[in-house]
């Protein structure tokens, strides 16, 4: 009797199990919602015709890949898994019942793949470890029930070859096929695929055993797979390098800048340009190595297509040279050096000041500032008396620059510095002083870069782009008749030839203008320019701010420069730009033939066949001492009657009165000595209506 009700608990049990499992069906995510919630290990950076530049590891316990589609699948490893791992996949419903029993019988498992799908996306089986017992098989298999009922076989198989370990931390058909094999999924030949399906029954299968199994799921395919074959796949895969072959690592500072912290999604697409930018690298480290043993090792470089504003390359350091190679020498601001001066000249003959063949005086100069008297030298210490414009500006000479900075006056210039995007630049110009010509404010590659992009475009600006999101419409920034007349003085070997000579390394196959840039010390050197199609700029010099020896813009920057426009033009040459409403050319002499005659090109209406020396005609006004910030200290042991302060001014002959903390203290056409009181005072120079034309706040300390 006790059978009977043994056998009768036993047949409901498998009668309500069979209800359960029939009738009753577990929830399942939806194949789309497994595929949304995929998260590659790797987030990677694409350059604009999608070539991976930059990979980034997120997940060091894994290594995954993009979800591969199963048309994206090697045809011979989706037969190979299925021969070894279920042979019945597209007749049964989920379970192989058959090969099911035959596995418990020999304890051995037998779960297909839809099963193994079951246990790789349900949450309650996902965190489960080691062998199954009773139940957890259970929900397994109503789990893959569910599943067969609700996504195709196609959606199943392709879940299984994305979410299957393969060997040690690789996941996926992707990373397995990639690290294994170096090749895509849908590369891979008979063998390799032989080899990826033996890995699925023992991943971490010595090479002795992982043979044989290949060997014999080799055999078993139709048609068969050579054993030879699969030895020399499986000896392939087993000698792959650790942690997969090396990722690539062109753009480190781009991909910090772009991929997310996370691995939110695998691709990210830059502006970049694969070729140009390896091409930038390589040409960077080969030069920084010529001159590594005049104390070089850091450098940067920005390449930026002039119609767009999408940056083709970006270089941010030097790498293994540099010892601080996690820096971005594209951002860091540093001294500019020369160069700013186009900008400076560009604003003076916008403004018809000068003409590029208005002469300058290229002769010693001191101008007193609070810090002492500044002398402006010339990079090979000598002066040249009167040149042009044209002269001044080509050959880099710094005692003209600063008379022109003088006669534009410094606010304004920082004006024009601030419109063009160097935002870096805070301070008054008093804080800069005379200077500022020649590049004391500090600038970075990227805003340097960006300012002559507007020289390129004709003066028309919009932001720098790495992604390829909607950029706004650009803005007009400079005038673009004089932007012009700046970019032939650029462009112009002869301009240059007084400092550089005829053949510099700045000369190009095709139209360039460029100018380079050493600042203080050489500490930093630049070279920007840019073609009809680009602009490349590039900076030299040590992150710590240490001094290079005897490397100047010219021999640190510039090859770096001239190598990559070379090979930018080597197919296109690039064609000197069509000149602008609003310019003329005319044939112009110099007096005693100060220098060659020739074309020259001037906005319409400063027009002149004779050059003329007046380098400040219509100088502003401007106070020469005391200068701005000044303080004194009375001497408690001289007399306060035998104290005086020198007032001297600028006045240009014009009839302008001295006006102390808001007092008239009488002309100011001759200097004058003034009895100082302690205290902070502000002097001004005021015309006859009153109106300030310049002012210095100074102090006087003592009793």
Known sequence: MRWVI???????????????????????????????????????????????????RTDPSRRRLDWVPLGDVSPALRAAVLTAEDRHFRTHRGVDWPALVRGLLRRRGASTVTMQVAALVDPALRVHRGPRGPRAKWRQIRVARALERAWSKDEILETYLNLVTFRGELVGVGAAAGVLFGKAPHGLDAAESVTLAALLRAPAAARERLT????????????????????????????????????????????????????????????????????????LRRNLLAVRARGVEDGAVLVVDNRSGDVLAYVGSSGALSRAPHVDGVVARRQAGSALKPFLYGLALEQRLLTPATLLEDAPLEIATAQGLYRPRNYDERHRGLVSVRTALGASLNTPAVRVLELLGGEPFLARLRALGFAGLTRPATHYGPSLALGSADVSLW?????????????????????????????RVLAADATFLVAQVLADREGRSPTFGLESVLATPGWSAVKTGTSKDMRDNWCVGF????????????????????????????????????????????????????????????????????????????ETRMAGARALAGAPPRIRTPTAGTRIALDPDVPAGHQRLLLEADTGDRPLRWRLDGQDLGPAHAPRLWEPRPGRHVLALVDAASRTLDEVAFEVRGR
């Open 212 to 283: 044989q199994r290949g060997a014999a799921l080799g055999a078993a395919m139709a048609p068969p797979v050579a054993a030879g074959a699969v030895a020399r796949a499986v000896a392939t895969a087993l000698t792959a390098p650790v942690g997969g072959r090396p990722a690539p690592a062109w753009a480190p500072h781009v991909a910090r800048r772009l991929l997310p912290s996370g691995a939110v999604r695998a691709d990210v697409h830059s502006t970049l340009s694969a070729p140009l930018q390896r091409a930038a690298v390589t040409a």
């Open 6 to 56: 043994a056998a009768g608990v036993i047949a409901s049990g498998i009668g309500a199990g069979l209800a359960a499992l029939y009738l009753t069906r577990p929830a399942v995510p939806a194949f789309a919602t497994v595929h949304a919630e995929h998260r590659p290990s790797d987030v990677r950076l694409l350059d604009r015709d999608g070539v991976v530049l930059h990979e980034r």
């Open 531 to 606: 073609s009809a199609r680009v602009t490349v700029g590039v900076w030299v010099g040590n992150f710590s701010g240490a001094p290079m020896h005897d490397v100047s813009g010219v021999t640190g920057a510039a090859p770096i420069w001239a190598e990559l426009m070379a090979a930018i033009q080597r197919d296109a040459p690039s064609r000197p730009p069509e000149p602008p409403a609003g310019v003329v050319s005319v044939a112009v002499t110099f007096p005693r033939d100060l220098e060659p005659a020739r074309p020259e090109w001037f906005l319409a209406g400063t």
């Open 447 to 475: 805003e340097l870069v960006g300012a002559y992009r507007g020289l390129a475009t004709g003066g028309l600006a919009s932001p720098l782009r790495l992604t390829g999101d909607e950029a706004p419409a650009p803005t």
